[in-house]
């Protein structure tokens, strides 16, 4: 076994999703530092839980593996297809029963005459200048036989390339000096089932003819981008479309789009993992009609709008990132969309929320750090109904969760605190259900339910905040079940003229202004309360 360890059964692996658990099957390369991680990526794929997530069948599997299971290739750890050769100082193979070289080779000089093996795979040189097998790309893939590296020296390459072969093509110098360019069509486009593509830079500059194209068109297949840097002046920076799409960006840096960053659409899917996503027109990484990637580990900030838009009954996995500075949200759920963002900090997006739930959006949001929005750390309206639990919401400059025009949702096991205003605002006809969550030290009332709004809390504890830990406004309701009200700064359940509350079992001593304070006209029950 390539992690001398047996992996955890699938019981237990559902036991923790279940219960809101991260995966305890991690990467091969984290238990094994020499399995390089383009393996280690094919691997955990093919033991996803979700059967959607996994190879179709043993043949994808096998086209994934490929390279690496060449007698005598290694997959080095970015990924590279490696040779054996003895120069001095290279590393001495460590192979296994599969004879795949799991060792960390040193690099190799550009102008050093290497001794091939009888098992070698061909590497092809393409050169601008003139010194290599080819000087565009484009011949070299022409000439290509399955199986081969390309390797990229430095220079601008004014071409569309179309990979149609299970090939390696690779970076050959700096990345800033190998440039992929092209202004009448995409720069990329992937055709076929499987490619490795690293350390190139890949600039899409349709936009100076006034044209619209991508500058990375994945319509299939496994493409593997590894350190590359991306931009485009027009539409998308990559564009992932149709059920047969599935790549893996790994360590790029995708960088001033136009209008989108990373575009996942029409069933595509993908893993997106440690990525830098910054400073993209509209929204960094949009996933729509069905979309469904995994995003792990990236930075997403500086878009216009937001880090990521999901809609049009997307879904998707977003783990792990660290999402800031967007215009309005560093998360958007809309349209049905019904995505699982977990262990993410959300923070500091200038204009709005650091999740925004809104047009009958759904979703789960577990265990995130969500801070410093300008608007609240999360909104939720129109309809919207998603899940959030074991967040930690705080000093945030208006309000820790925001409920209007008829947001639903359930909040659990969160702690809300610090907030610039109200912990919870909830209004306009909105009827959350919260329980289990912590909600204290706001700078106004901790709990407000205002025009028409509706708050059920269960077991929750509010404490510390500047006015009550309740107010209920004329023509709301509120319904507290077995809450602690303690050490607020006004009362603990503030319900003005007109208002609706049924308060049951709950524990309201210690604030500084009494229990209750209950307006005319209110229809206010209260049943076995300690005072």
């Not at 992932?240 to 893996?248: E, K, R, T």
């Not at 319900?495 to 209950?518: H, K, Q």
């Amino acid at each position: 076994m390539l992690t001398g360890e047996a992996p955890p059964d699938a019981l237990a692996r559902a036991a923790a999703a279940l219960g809101g658990h991260a995966d305890p099957l991690r990467p091969a390369n984290e238990r094994n530092a020499q399995v390089p991680p383009i393996v280690a990526v094919v691997l955990h794929q093919a033991m996803a839980l979700p059967m959607a997530q996994r190879f179709a069948n043993a043949t994808s599997m096998r086209a994934a593996l490929r390279m690496a299971l060449q007698s005598g290739l290694s997959i080095n750890s970015s990924g590279q297809t490696t040779l054996q050769v003895s120069f001095p100082g290279e590393h001495v193979a460590l192979t296994g029963e599969t004879g795949v070289d799991v060792g960390e080779p040193n690099p190799i000089a550009p102008n050093v005459t290497r001794k091939q093996s009888s098992t070698e795979v061909s590497t092809l040189i393409v050169f601008k200048q003139g010194q290599g097998d080819y000087k565009t790309i484009g011949e070299a893939i022409a000439n290509a036989k399955p199986g081969m590296r390309i390797l990229v020296r430095p220079g601008l390459y004014n071409e569309c390339v179309t990979v149609d072969k299970k090939i390696d093509i690779i970076g050959d110098g700096p990345i800033e000096e190998i440039i992929i360019e092209h202004t009448d069509a995409a720069c990329l486009v992937m055709q076929t089932d499987y490619a490795v593509i690293r350390g190139i830079t890949i600039r899409g500059r349709s936009g100076l003819k006034g044209d619209e194209h991508t500058a990375v068109d994945i319509p299939l297949g496994r493409l593997v981008l590894e350190q590359c840097t991306i931009t485009s002046d027009s539409l998308a920076c990559v564009s992932i479309h149709g059920m047969s799409s599935n790549p893996v960006l790994w360590r790029c840096r995708i960088q001033d789009g136009k209008t989108v960053g990373i575009l996942i659409q029409d069933h595509g899917q993908g893993i997106i993992e440690e990525c830098e996503i910054i400073n993209n027109g509209v929204v960094g990484v949009a996933i729509r009609q069905v979309g469904n990637p995994v995003i792990r580990r990236c930075k997403i900030h500086h878009s216009e709008i937001d880090g990521i838009d999901i809609s049009d009954k997307g879904a998707g996995t977003i783990e792990g990132c660290d999402i800031f500075n967007n215009g309005r949200a560093g998360v958007a759920i809309r349209n049905r969309s019904n995505p699982l963002v977990r262990l993410c900090k959300i923070h500091h997006q200038s204009n709005g929320y650091g999740v925004y739930v809104h047009q009958k959006g759904e979703g789960t949001i577990e265990g995130c750090d969500i801070f410093c929005n300008a608007n609240a750390g999360i909104g939720i309206a129109q309809e919207s109904n998603p899940l959030i639990r074991r967040c930690t919401i705080h000093h945030e400059e208006q309000r820790g969760i925001f409920f209007w025009d008829h947001g639903r949702g359930t909040v659990e096991d969160s702690s809300i605190f610090h907030s610039f205003r109200s912990g919870l605002s909830i209004g306009q006809g909105s009827l959350p259900l919260i329980r289990h969550c912590q909600v204290y030290d706001g700078q106004e009332s901790g709990v407000l339910i205002w025009e028409h709004g509706t708050c059920i809390l269960e077991e929750c504890e509010i404490f510390g905040n500047t006015h009550a830990g309740v107010e209920v406004r004329t023509d709301s309701s509120l319904i507290a079940r077995q809450c602690k009200i303690n050490r607020n700064q006004d009362v603990g359940v503030f319900v003005r003229s007109n208002g609706n509350a049924l308060i049951e079992d709950c524990d309201v001593t210690g604030n500084d202004r009494g229990p209750w304070y209950i307006g005319r006209n209110s229809q206010v029950q209260r049943h076995r309360n300690r005072e």
